[in-house]
């Protein structure tokens, strides 16, 4: 972010924040505690550090050649801040005030992108692993996604694209590593793009991804399920969400096939044909047995 964003930020928190209830609680004080050692641990690093030692922020660099011209104070006020927000925005989602958690998590995002474009991290996980913060970002980014998930404004919508747009191009998906990131992005756009009424292009991401991966039975599930659970939408149709999910019980050696099953029974019920939801609540059952 530049200066007038962080300027921004500073204003944000300092009007928004007081709360004495807030200040007063557990979670504030883990907070503060987090923050106070993260800047003992960036004065006494730097402090300690020759030139040609490791450089302290883990990269495995001499600290020359690393970070011995950095601005250490600016990215600590983002790491800081970063907290700071995150630590307020689970304050308001226990209290059921999504609208101002989502405010506060979308400007720590925002940071997020900043540090590691400037550290080059390459994932979710080596994030956390080297900013211990208040809460680590594989749980707040969620929390991000599903407040934007629930809501049906367009506008939430595009920036539900654009954050797993965003993760795509800062962290390295294509790592056997990062499949679950990998799946789960193609998954989030896809149901977004649907959901933006674009649903040939929400099909052809899913489809794309099949032909890679023909046994990732989550494409069939997600796109069953666009047909399956609003019985309002111009959408609904079951028979298509039960020929998809057909689609899936072919494949040989399918991944969570019982989950498929699981869905034909619920489809086969609502469609009234009780003898077939028998049918794959028996094969569901065996198939949990059995392993």
Same mark, same amino acid.
């Given at each position: 972010?530049?200066?007038?964003?962080?300027?921004?930020?500073?204003?944000?928190?300092?009007?928004?924040?007081?709360?004495?209830?807030?200040?007063?609680?557990?979670?504030?004080?883990?907070?503060?505690?987090?923050?106070?050692?993260?800047?003992?641990?960036?004065?006494?690093?730097?402090?300690?550090?020759?030139?040609?030692?490791?450089?302290?922020?883990?990269?495995?660099?001499?600290?020359?050649?690393?970070?011995?011209?950095?601005?250490?104070?600016?990215?600590?006020?983002?790491?800081?801040?970063?907290?700071?927000?995150?630590?307020?925005?689970?304050?308001?989602?226990?209290?059921?005030?999504?609208?101002?958690?989502?405010?506060?998590?979308?400007?720590?995002?925002?940071?997020?992108?900043?540090?590691?474009?400037?550290?080059?991290?390459?994932?979710?996980?080596?994030?956390?692993?080297?900013?211990?913060?208040?809460?680590?970002?594989?749980?707040?980014?969620?929390?991000? &996604? @599903? /407040?934007?998930?629930?809501?049906?404004? =367009?506008? *939430?919508?595009? %920036?539900?694209? +654009?954050? #797993?747009?965003?993760?795509?191009?800062?962290?390295?998906?294509?790592?056997?590593?990062?499949?679950?990131?990998?799946?789960?992005?193609?998954?989030?756009?896809?149901?977004?793009?649907?959901?933006?009424?674009?649903?040939?292009?929400?099909?052809?991401?899913?489809?794309?991804?099949?032909?890679?991966?023909?046994?990732?039975?989550?494409?069939?599930?997600?796109?069953?399920?666009?047909?399956?659970?609003?019985?309002?939408?111009?959408?609904?149709?079951?028979?298509?969400?039960?020929?998809?999910?057909?689609?899936?019980?072919?494949?040989?050696?399918?991944?969570?096939?019982?989950?498929?099953?699981?869905?034909? &029974? @619920? /489809?086969?019920?609502?469609?009234?044909? =009780?003898? *077939?939801?028998? %049918?794959?609540? +028996?094969? #569901?059952?065996?198939?949990?047995?059995?392993?």
């Amino acid at each position: 972010m530049e200066v007038n964003n962080i300027i921004e930020q500073l204003k944000y928190y300092t009007e928004e924040l007081p709360d004495e209830e807030f200040e007063n609680s557990d979670d504030y004080k883990i907070c503060q505690y987090i923050i106070q050692k993260r800047e003992d641990h960036y004065i006494n690093d730097k402090i300690d550090i020759g030139r040609n030692d490791l450089c302290y922020c883990g990269s495995g660099k001499k600290y020359k050649k690393c970070c011995i011209n950095k601005n250490n104070s600016e990215e600590l006020e983002k790491l800081n801040l970063i907290d700071k927000f995150v630590c307020k925005a689970e304050w308001h989602l226990k209290r059921k005030e999504e609208k101002k958690a989502y405010e506060l998590l979308r400007i720590a995002w925002f940071d997020v992108q900043d540090i590691c474009k400037e550290n080059n991290i390459k994932s979710i996980e080596e994030y956390d692993e080297k900013y211990k913060g208040y809460d680590c970002l594989l749980n707040w980014i969620q929390d991000y &996604e @599903d /407040i934007l998930a629930m809501s049906d404004e =367009k506008s *939430k919508l595009y %920036e539900r694209l +654009e954050l #797993w747009n965003t993760v795509e191009r800062i962290f390295d998906l294509n790592n056997e590593e990062q499949l679950y990131w990998k799946e789960r992005a193609i998954r989030e756009k896809a149901n977004t793009e649907f959901r933006l009424e674009n649903e040939t292009k929400a099909t052809e991401m899913i489809e794309e991804y099949l032909k890679e991966k023909p046994d990732w039975a989550w494409g069939y599930i997600e796109m069953s399920d666009w047909y399956d659970e609003d019985k309002n939408s111009k959408y609904y149709n079951l028979e298509k969400a039960k020929k998809i999910l057909s689609r899936a019980e072919q494949i040989k050696d399918m991944e969570d096939i019982e989950v498929v099953y699981e869905r034909l &029974e @619920d /489809i086969y019920d609502k469609l009234g044909n =009780k003898e *077939k939801s028998k %049918e794959y609540d +028996e094969k #569901w059952q065996k198939y949990v047995h059995r392993k």
